[in-house]
C-alpha cells in the first residue's frame, strides 16, 4: 500500500490567493483527519470524516478553510483567501475506524508545507 | 482538555543510553498512544495503551500508564542515533485522538 498521500508537498502562495491541499487516505480506512502543525500550537485537529461525512469541524479556524470529502478516496482542504498566519504544515491522515470507533491508529501523510507570503 | 504534555519537551543522550519521555493529561481516556515525528516527515505510530492496561512493550519501547494519576512513560532502551525524532502522546477519550506538543529526543553517537 502507498500510504496516505498528500498533494503538493510543498506551496508557496500569495496572500489572498486560494489555496487547495489534497489527500487520498489508505484504501479501505473509513476515517480521514486533517490537522496542522506550527511551533507554537503544535499538532491541531482541523476537521474529520466518517465515510465521507464530516463528523466534527470545530477545529476549523475561520471561514476561510473549507474541507470536503467527495468519495472514499479522496478529499481536500481549501483556504480562501490565504493569510500569512495560515503558514504550517498540513498532514491529512486515515484510520480504520468506523463511527462507533472512530478512534484508531492514525496513519499520517507526509504533509503539505504552505508558505504564504 | 485532554490534551497531553510531554515531559521533557527536549532531551538529549548518548547513543546506548535508555531515554525517558513522559506524558500528562486532565480528563479520563479510552487509550493513549505514542507517535514519532522524523524531521520533514508524518506522525508515525508507535503504541497504544489501553485504559485497562498498565505496561506494554514493543521492542526497545516499554510504554507505561497509571490512570490514577493521569500520566503515561515512553521508555525507550539502548538508544541509536536512528530514534532522533519528536515522540508525542495523543489521548482519546470522547473525541478523536489530540496530541501533546512533544518531546524532541537527540540521541547523539
Known amino acids: 500500500d502507498a500510504g496516505v498521500i498528500q498533494s503538493p508537498r510543498h506551496e508557496v502562495t500569495e496572500m489572498g490567493q486560494e489555496v487547495t491541499l489534497r489527500c487520498k487516505p489508505i484504501s479501505g480506512h473509513n476515517s480521514l483527519f486533517w490537522y496542522r502543525q506550527t511551533m507554537m500550537r503544535g499538532l491541531e485537529l482541523l476537521i474529520y470524516f466518517n465515510n465521507n461525512v464530516p463528523i466534527d469541524d470545530s477545529g476549523m479556524p475561520e471561514d476561510r478553510f473549507s474541507a470536503k470529502m467527495p468519495n472514499a478516496s479522496f478529499s481536500t482542504l481549501k483556504i480562501q483567501p490565504s493569510e500569512p498566519r495560515d503558514s504550517a504544515v498540513y498532514f491529512c491522515?486515515?484510520?480504520?475506524?468506523?463511527?462507533?470507533?472512530?478512534?484508531?491508529?492514525?496513519?499520517f501523510g507526509p504533509g503539505t508545507r504552505l508558505t504564504v507570503l | 482538555s485532554q490534551q497531553g504534555e510531554e515531559d521533557p519537551q527536549a532531551l538529549s543522550i548518548q547513543e546506548g543510553e535508555n531515554a525517558t519521555m513522559n506524558c500528562s493529561y486532565k480528563?479520563?481516556?479510552?487509550?493513549l498512544q505514542w507517535y514519532r515525528q522524523n524531521s520533514g516527515r508524518g506522525l508515525v505510530h508507535l503504541i497504544l495503551i489501553r485504559s485497562n492496561e498498565r505496561e506494554k512493550h514493543s521492542g526497545r519501547l516499554r510504554v507505561t500508564l497509571d490512570t490514577s494519576k493521569k500520566s503515561s512513560s515512553l521508555l525507550i532502551t539502548a538508544s541509536r542515533a536512528a530514534d532522533t525524532a519528536s515522540y508525542f502522546c495523543a489521548t482519546e477519550g470522547n473525541t478523536p485522538l489530540v496530541f501533546g506538543k512533544g518531546t524532541r529526543l537527540s540521541v547523539i553517537a
Open positions: 491522515a486515515s484510520s480504520p475506524g468506523s463511527w462507533f470507533n472512530i478512534t484508531d491508529t492514525q496513519y
Open positions: 480528563t479520563s481516556i479510552n487509550n
